[in-house]
Structures are given as structure tokens and as C-alpha cells.
């Protein structure tokens, strides 16, 4: 009897958030927050601050993602200067917990003259596998109780990713490889040229921010002509007015739209990080397919 009062006034004492509340969690961007949420499922409860289809580069923090930082238990980000927006984001919210960086063991990729880190390593399946664990680590030391489940989500999830990866390299390897060339708006995809062994030209750089001078365009379509490169992309966080320019310029092939930092809402063709993956995969490949040299008119046939 006096054991169970005892019990019951532990209960009491206890804070119910111990009991009730599921680990609050925040990731900074829709590429990341569906990362976390396959590694964290039912046990999370997520908060993305910057959504499909919207541009981290360019966010500019809201009052709420202040208060879900202020409530959160852990905050995700990716890291590699990606979210240049975080530190002020952080101290305004008087959030004292952890901030996980997901590419925390990634290798860099390094750009310009002063070798500024390229945050876009989401674009290489080999580093989404490394998020992950980064993940699974993160959720386990902030929640312990749920360890086996973390566990048993991120071997799950990285399964699924390992095939991703092996279906990719097969895609990219039924194009001839003289013809894995792509002109995209921003300079997001020098991860996946990387691992994958495809040419990407952007004239807007890595953060998406300036827009190209007229020389920077008149390059671009400089080496396409060399390159033979016929194959253009809109993106999901960029202006089309780079491509629309390229395509009335050069007659170039525009194969669609490609998801670089952001996914697709719910209904859209890239609502997760492997759709997104496979989306911008088929449209590469059948892309590159265009890159095929143009007829030129002084070596047409002479027709006696
Ligand atoms: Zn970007």
C-alpha cells in the first residue's frame, strides 16, 4: 500500500513530458527533415523549418521557426555553411541543446578561390548514408528509451539507400560517357558529378545567389557549343530565366526540372529524398541523351 502511494507521488513529481511527449526535433531543411523523419519516425515529432520547394540559401527566419527552436529537444542542420542563417536563428531563440551537423564526417568538396566548403552533399547517396548514422546517433544520445528503434529505422533506411545508390550508378552507366554533360541554373549537383561521374556546368555558383553577369552566359554557351552539351535544367529553387535565356541562345534541349536543395510538396514527383533522387536521375539520363552533336550546316551533304 505505502509502496504504491510512494510509486504514485513518483508519477506525480515525475516532469509528463518524460512520459507523454515524443523527442522534439528540428531540421533546418525538406531534404534533411525526411532524412530525419525516416531515422526517427512515430517516436519524433518534426518541425522543417525551410520547406518544398524553397531556397536555404536565400531564408530568412520566421517568428515560428524562432519558437520551435526554443522548444526543440535537438536541432539538425546539414552543416558546410549551408545555413548561414543558423547562428542568429539559435541565439535569438535561447535554444541551449544540441545541433547535430548530419555531414559532420562527409569530405568536403571545395569551390572558388578561397576554397569555400560546396554544402550540397545530399546530392551523393554515399553521403546520405553517412547522414544517417550521424542521425541515428544524434536521436539515440537525446532518447535513449527508443535506441532499438533508431537502431533498427536507420539499417531499414540505409538498405534502401544502398539500392538507390546501385540504381543510380547503373542509370548513369547506359549513357555513353562523352555525353554526361548538364547545364543547370546553380552550381548544386558537384557532389553527385562527383560520385557518379557527370559534367555539370551553372553559371549562378554554389549559393544561388548572384545572377550571371552576360560574359558568365556567353561562357556557358561558349562550352556547350565545345562540350556538345545540349542538355539544359530548370530547378525547383531557381529562377527559370538563366535556362529560358540558354535555351532561346543555343536551341539547347530543356529536360525539366531537377530538385536540388529542396523536395517537392507532398503531391509533386520528388516528395522524398529517394523520389527526389530517382526524379532527378530519369531526367539526367534521358537528358544526356540529347547530347549528341548538332548538324552543322557547312559539312551538310551536297546534294548533286
Ligand atoms: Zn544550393
Avoid at 129 to 149: E, P, Q, V, W
Avoid at 166 to 195: C, K, L, M, N
Wanted: charged content about 20%; hydrophobic content about 40%; aromatic content about 8%.
Amino acid at each position: 500500500m505505502l509502496r504504491n502511494l510512494c510509486l504514485a507521488m513518483l508519477l506525480i513529481l515525475a516532469p509528463t513530458s518524460a512520459y507523454a511527449a515524443r523527442l522534439k526535433v528540428v531540421a533546418t531543411f525538406s531534404v534533411l527533415g525526411d532524412i530525419v523523419s525516416n531515422v526517427g519516425g512515430d517516436n519524433i515529432e518534426l518541425t522543417t523549418l525551410v520547406g518544398p520547394n524553397a531556397d536555404a540559401h536565400s531564408y530568412e527566419p520566421t517568428p515560428d521557426a524562432v519558437k520551435a527552436i526554443g522548444n526543440a529537444d535537438l536541432v539538425i542542420v546539414n552543416g558546410l555553411g549551408f545555413e548561414g542563417w543558423m547562428g542568429r536563428l539559435i541565439a535569438s531563440s535561447g535554444y541551449s541543446g544540441p545541433v547535430i551537423v548530419a555531414a559532420k564526417e562527409v569530405t568536403s568538396l571545395n569551390v572558388g578561390e578561397k576554397l569555400e566548403m560546396d554544402p550540397h552533399a545530399w546530392q551523393s547517396v554515399t553521403n546520405v548514408i553517412n547522414y544517417t548514422g550521424a542521425i541515428r546517433d544524434a536521436l539515440n544520445d537525446a532518447d535513449r528509451g527508443h535506441s532499438a528503434k533508431y537502431k533498427e529505422n536507420a539499417e531499414t533506411y540505409i538498405r534502401k539507400l544502398n539500392e538507390l545508390e546501385s540504381w543510380i550508378q547503373e542509370q548513369v552507366a547506359s549513357v555513353p560517357e562523352g555525353q554526361r554533360a548538364v547545364i543547370t541554373t546553380h552550381d548544386a549537383f558537384r557532389y553527385f558529378g562527383r560520385y557518379y561521374g557527370v559534367r555539370f556546368l551553372a553559371p549562378a555558383g554554389i549559393t544561388n545567389e548572384s545572377s550571371p553577369s552576360a560574359a558568365d552566359m556567353a561562357h556557358i554557351e561558349s562550352l556547350m557549343r565545345a562540350q556538345k552539351i545540349r542538355a539544359i535544367f530548370f530547378e525547383n529553387v531557381s529562377d527559370d530565366k538563366i535556362i529560358k535565356q540558354l535555351q532561346q541562345d543555343s536551341g539547347a534541349y530543356i529536360g525539366g526540372t531537377l530538385y536540388s536543395d529542396a523536395l517537392s510538396p507532398p503531391t509533386g514527383p520528388a516528395p522524398t529524398y529517394i523520389s527526389m533522387m530517382k526524379h532527378n536521375v530519369a531526367a539526367l539520363v534521358e537528358g544526356m541523351k540529347q547530347n549528341t552533336p548538332a548538324p552543322d550546316p557547312t559539312e551538310a551533304p551536297v546534294n548533286k
